[in-house]
């Protein structure tokens, strides 16, 4: 895979230093890391053992014998010999002390629907009577995969919790994904039993969620993996909100099945330190999503610990991420994280701006929200349609994170000025589905935030950018090049479900110094994102390096939107680009051929958007579709997919003297910027070097 062009290698990133911003002493005097001798028990010479503190923050079962393995490159083992239980170190071991405290505080998306309470002991009682019904009904245990397609409701934390504390392996397919993509993952997982809602509300609609669960069950079979059960929540207790009818003898109601274990007691199956806690799918550079299997013990070490000391949650905090719990941010920093510390978690089931834009920071009044956690995304569409709707609500955050996608300094200024009321403290983590927990990240009360500056790397993370040869690119350099780090951590993936060599091939090979060894020091995460360092230390993420399209945070591979229009009758060749949309960061743009005989360009429109949302999601619905004559190839046939997402960006579509049909570009460029002279401009640098590798 190429990454940085390499006349681009050389170009300076042309990019204003921003200001520093103090954290305040109010906020420094009360945080859990305040202490900067932490620095000198994470330098890299006390690499693994610096992680222990991690771990201590767990309770054990058995202590480990040996910290870190790596007999086995990159396939590395966490605190091995250890034994714990994830849901136990979530759940049971804070009853002695918390049992009346709130774990979670569901918020419906309706204002006039009330909010309900949960506490740790109702979530111990919960979560043990699902987990009889999984063990004894379904006849699940530890090592089996369970798929799981559910919307934010407090059920899907109840049965996440449920399966860990069996060892089943759970899989959460994030709800607004097509029934299609859930059941290619559950086959993939090679799931059994699927778990459903009946339904939930989405910007004031209900939705039909059971629909999908038939969809799914059908094209799980279709690739070979049998559903026996489903197992489906209702929204609300004794209503039928879902119009699809249930099949006899495949489908369940939890409601009626847990009437059978009321009350029901499972003990907590200690574990192996390596065992699968759970998968999740995420794109990567082929078509096909990949499962990310993380571990129990080293996952669960590091997420409490960047919990504690990056989101700063004490017991005391009312915390509110507004990420789903489908994706990677709400396992690590709504499930496992927070409750690991006993945390009082809000749990919104809805969109921020419904039913108008005010609603995140009632909540926030209402609940006493003090920590705040959200993505570019949701700040960009919040500071556009209610700017100034912070300031009409009395609530007072201590700290907001941002995360998922680069923030531009503008709405990060907005965020911190009118959201935080110039009192919060900022991290702007970045991380990845694979790594588990934030890499890099300011200390919030020890380090200067940088507006649109990520920061360093978080403690025991030592990152850094190598250009296209593996040669480091220096501190101050202005140079772009592949982000990568130094040294493995606990929270890394163990590997890829089923591929252990993709594994290898996509986050090793292409740094690593000498396949034959066996010393970390050889093996560098690569994690296919580009980035700059500033002479400070601190690293600005500039997106993706590989053929995903980073829409509103979330990951799409643009070869599965291109494998979903290929599927059109009438479709002949398909390619997905990144466009800059001013909300959501990226979206997908798609340019299609069609068959000869066919040319209804507005028929075939419609259809690639319906097939793009039946099997992807609405998530990857497109911006543009251009039905074209042809598109741009090399003589050799490959499709120049950087040269549409020059023309979809109003970019310089570059030298196109050496395609076999050069004549197509103008053409293409004429359709989609219409006939007049067109202002060109600079375009980020993901889009800039996107489809490189062709
Ligand atoms: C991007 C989400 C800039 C990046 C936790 C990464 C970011 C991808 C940031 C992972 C950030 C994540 N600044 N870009 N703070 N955080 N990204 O797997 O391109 O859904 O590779 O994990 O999001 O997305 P994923």
């Not at 049965?159 to 994904?177: D, E, K, N, P």
């Not at 993952?185 to 209900?206: E, P, Q, T």
């Not at 409490?304 to 005391?316: C, L, M, N, S, W």
Request: with cysteine.
């Amino acid at each position: 895979m190429s990454v940085v062009r390499s006349e681009e290698r050389e170009i300076a990133v042309h990019w204003k230093e921003e200001e520093y911003v103090q954290p305040s002493p109010k906020f420094i005097g009360q945080a859990n890391l305040t202490d900067p001798a932490i620095l000198d028990r994470f330098t890299i010479d006390k690499f693994p053992e610096y992680f222990r503190e991690y771990a201590d923050l767990l309770d054990w079962d058995q202590y480990w014998h040996t910290t870190f393995d790596s007999s086995n490159p990159p396939f590395w083992k966490w605190f091995v010999g250890g034994r714990l239980n994830a849901c136990f170190n979530c759940v049971d071991r804070h009853l002695a002390k918390h049992k009346n405290k709130a774990a979670f505080i569901f918020v419906p998306e309706s204002e006039t629907e009330a909010p309900y309470t949960l506490t740790y002991q109702e979530l111990h009682t919960r979560v043990n009577e699902v987990a009889a019904v999984l063990r004894d009904f379904c006849g699940l245990k530890a090592g089996d995969r369970v798929t799981m397609h559910m919307p934010m409701i407090l059920e899907l934390p109840i049965t996440m919790l449920a399966c860990a504390r069996l060892g089943i392996i759970h899989s959460v397919v994030f709800g607004g994904f097509s029934g299609e993509a859930a059941g290619l993952r559950a086959a993939d997982s090679r799931s059994r039993v699927l778990i459903y809602a009946d339904a939930y509300y989405r910007n004031g609609k209900l939705i039909d969620h059971k629909a999908s669960a038939d969809v799914a069950v059908h094209t799980a079979e279709a690739e070979g993996q049998t559903i026996e059960k489903v197992l489906v929540w209702r929204r609300r207790d004794g209503e039928d909100l879902s119009n699809t009818p249930m099949v006899p003898g495949r489908d369940y109601f939890m409601e009626e099945l847990l009437k059978g274990f009321k009350r029901a007691k499972v003990a907590p199956v200690s574990l192996d330190s390596e065992h699968p806690l759970f998968l999740m799918y995420t794109s990567g550079s082929t078509g096909k999503p990949k499962g990310c299997q993380h571990r129990t013990g080293g996952y669960l070490a590091y997420v409490v610990g960047t919990a504690k000391f990056y989101q700063d949650i004490h017991p005391e905090d009312v915390y509110w991420c507004m990420a789903d719990i489908g994706w990677i941010t709400g396992h690590s920093y709504i499930v496992y994280g927070p409750l690991a510390l006993a945390a009082t978690s809000v749990l919104y089931e809805g969109v921020p701006n419904y039913p108008d834009p005010g609603r995140p920071w009632r909540i926030a009044e209402q609940f006493d929200v003090n920590i705040f956690h959200t993505s570019p995304t949701a700040i960009r569409m919040l500071r556009k349609t209610g700017p100034n709707e912070p300031l009409k609500y009395n609530y007072r955050f201590k700290h907001m994170t941002t995360v998922g996608e680069p923030i531009e300094p503008e709405a990060w200024r907005w965020y911190h000025e009118v959201v935080g009321k110039r009192e919060a403290t900022i991290v702007d983590t970045w991380w990845q589905t694979e790594t588990g927990g934030f890499l890099i990240t300011t200390k919030p009360a020890l380090d200067p935030m940088k507006a649109g500056s990520a920061g360093p790397g978080a403690l025991g993370i030592f990152p850094v950018i190598y250009d296209e040869d593996g040669k480091e690119i220096p501190a101050g350099s202005g140079r772009a090049g592949n982000l990568g780090i130094r040294n493995p951590w606990p929270g890394i993936m163990q590997t890829i479900l089923n591929d252990d060599e993709r594994f290898v091939r996509q986050y090793y090979s292409k740094f690593c110094k000498d396949p034959n060894s066996k010393d970390w020091r050889d093996w560098p995460y690569f994690a296919a994102d580009g980035a700059v360092l500033a002479p400070d230390g601190y690293y600005r993420i500039l997106g993706r390096v590989d053929d995903v399209i980073n829409v509103a945070g979330h990951r799409l591979g643009t070869k599965e939107i291109e494998s979903a229009c290929l599927t059109v009758p009438s479709v002949a060749e398909a390619a997905v680009v990144p466009v800059v949309d001013e909300i959501k960061g990226r979206m997908p743009a798609i340019y299609a051929s069609l068959k000869p005989g066919f040319s209804d360009g507005k028929q075939v429109t419609e259809q690639l958007v319906a097939t793009v949302e039946t099997i992807i999601g609405k998530i990857a619905r497109p911006k543009t579709i251009h039905i074209v004559p042809d598109l741009p190839k090399t003589r050799s046939g490959k499709i120049m997919r950087r040269i549409l997402a020059a023309i979809s960006n109003r970019m310089d579509t570059g030298d196109v003297t050496t395609l076999a049909n050069p004549e197509i570009v103008e053409q293409i460029r004429k359709q989609v910027q219409g006939e007049g002279p067109v202002e060109l401009q600079e375009g980020p640098e993901d889009v800039k070097r996107f489809g490189e590798q062709e």
